[in-house]
């Protein structure tokens, strides 16, 4: 049983900066790779970035340059840091963390990019 809870989404203004957080908890012994993902309205839920468990990062070519993903391991946390965010960004971010087999989402974090 793992729990995973995103925070740190918002409304932020075009060119504006966000860093989402998510916290596993729970039976998380050997987290493997975790991700961000975001859905926007009539869309599908599209991966935004990814990092393996040691450390190896892939993204979105939507988010390339633009957002970062990190992974601190002692806190069983992954972060998103977003800058120059546009509209087009404007989505539920969820995050997925895999452990013991078994992939885990959290409920989401709205960001609205907006002026």
């Known amino acids: 049983q793992v729990q995973v809870v995103e925070s740190g989404g918002g409304l932020v203004q075009p060119g504006g900066s966000l860093r989402l957080s998510c916290v596993a908890s729970?039976?998380?012994?050997?987290?493997?790779?975790m991700a961000w993902y975001r859905q926007a309205p009539g869309t599908q839920r599209d991966v935004v970035a990814s990092?393996?468990?040691?450390?190896?990062?892939n993204y979105a070519d939507s988010v390339k340059g633009r957002f970062t993903i990190s992974r601190d391991n002692a806190k069983r946390t992954v972060y998103l840091q977003m800058n120059r965010l546009n509209p087009d960004d404007t989505a539920v971010y969820y995050c997925?963390?895999?452990?013991?087999?078994?992939?885990?989402w959290g409920q989401g974090t709205q960001v609205t990019v907006s002026s």
């Open positions: 997925n963390v895999n452990s013991g087999g078994k992939g885990y």
């Open positions: 729970g039976n998380t012994f050997a987290i493997g790779a």
């Open positions: 990092i393996t468990s040691s450390g190896r990062t």
